[in-house]
């Protein structure tokens, strides 16, 4: 195992670096689910440095930022995971079948994804929050249909190039039905890039989470980090804790998540995809 | 090529109508209307259904967008009630700022990516090409808010060298040169800020667009005819690698135009982003939907401009 861990963290030092940013960003949402400390409880220390009691010191109401920090972390996270899941699935399913069958589906598809993407993601979101009324299922299928446009280009690229391939032709031509032929065919020859794609995704949902409460329209009832990071900008002089401990967190989960997809991507051994861009 | 522009600008103009379209769809369906703000949480119900009529809130939706894309046809954004003037005026009045943020900011980052992309490419897998991977990949996976958030606490709170937020110092009586000055003293931490993410987009794809291109069988041809290394880096690859890296800024404008309102936010920057947050906040939807379709029209167009630029840098490349 130690040997494994070794040859890995040589060889593929980013996909090693990202697991384990993960990891700990996944233990820390882990604590904070199952602590049973209440991260909204407030107390009589106000602003109290980190100590033995509070290791991440205490915000302006008194309330414990080490407890608040799992939690927002467990918040991001659930938002990642669930947005870049469904936007995957949707659109994935959506451009794989778009590509390989062409025609008015395709063109609709495309057009969409077209508007979609002029429109500046977090602008869309910001009101979108805004005009709804912030809340974590909101957030996820805005995201969702924020990661759309690239998702569903790539899955369409990738069934258009593999389309005519001598493999797909073989198993028309024995009769595979076109269903057949996406799931067992085609899908497969996208995955990579797919998944690559989404951890990326992961990453640019966690910013955009973060972002939206630090402006102040993400949900009240979930602790953010970018909420304690607001709470953090009015105490920079007098409280570093406030903003240095969700501050890392945020990073950490990020990183990990832009480091698994580069280290993936490596797997792919070919040349470097840009997280975020089109095509 | 004149063909390929007209087809372009037509299929732009194609897309803001579908933005509109969007976002007066997104609006309508949401609860609450800026007749409500305006009238206040116990407002008068006479009050209000004037002020629906006024705003035009009681006719159909279909009607609204209607009169709105005319209006916009003619350049008329509408009539923002809650800036008290009208919507390209509030617009105007803060591009300015937003200008001049963006614009240094997007120096840094192109000065900065491009060379140590290049410096990162030349010597692939050494240890000056892992630390400039790193550095980029960090500086692209930190929250734009935070980094500032540590910037002030350090270089403005803690060390009191650079203000805080803000685009100048107020109710302060100073000479033209003195509020230049003063203004590019502000204007450092959050260009600084916005420019490091940039700069880390540039040195990824910089890096990775001069690696592709080094592996060419002309480079290898300079190279063989004893041209110094430098000259093939900057003459022969770079201008080839240049293409992508055009591409993915563009691409990434609206990118920028978003993480924009963030930097704003942290610095108090008084430019487009403030506003955004602004008219969100009060529910302002001409402000809002103007804003919206401005942005989309921004990225459109650096669309437009990214793939013309393609085609100065790269002659090969032709459209029809």
Redesign the interface.
Known sequence: MIVRVAAMARSRPRLLAGLVLLAIAGLAALAGALGGADPFRTSETLLTAPSLDHPFGTDQLGRDVLTRVLHGVGTSLRVALLSALAGTLVATALGLVAGYAGGLLDDLLL?LA??L????????A???A????PSLLLLVVILAVIFFPRTFRLARGEAIGLRERDFVQAARAAGAGPLRILRRHILPGALTIIVVNASFQA?TAV?IE??LS????GDRDAVSL?AM?AD??SY??QA?WM?LF??LL??VT??GM??LG?GLNELREV??V?????E | MLWYVARRLAGTVG??V??VV??FG??HV??GDVAQVLAGQSGDPQYLADLREQFSLDRSLGYQIGAYLLNVARGDLGFSVVQGQPVLDAIAGRLPATLLLAGTSLTIAWAGGVLLGVLAASRPGSRLDAGISIVS??G????V??FG??L??LLA?RLGWLP?GGMTSAGEQLGAFERVLDVARHLILPSVTLGTLLMA?VI??T??AM??VLGDDYVMAARGRGIREETVLLRHALRNALRPVI??IT?????V???M??VE??FSWPGLGTL??DS??S?DTPT?VG??LF??FV??AA?LLGDLLYMWVDPRVRYT
């Open positions: 057009k077209e508007v993407q002029v429109i500046p993601a977090f602008l869309l910001l009101v979108a805004a005009a709804f009324g990453g910013l973060t972002g630090f402006l102040g329209v970018g990071l953090a900008q920079l002089a570093w903003s969700p501050g945020v990073s990020i990183l832009n480091l580069d040349r470097t840009m997280p975020g861009r089109g | 897309l803001l579908a933005v969007a976002t997104l609006m949401a609860p990949l960090v692209y996976s930190i929250p808010f935070w958030q540590l002030v606490a709170v805080a987009l990824r794809t890096r990775a690696l592709d591409t993915v691409a990434e404008l609206g990118v135009l978003g993480v309102v963030l936010a942290v955004l947050l969100v906040l529910r809002l804003l919206l942005s989309s990225v459109a669309n």
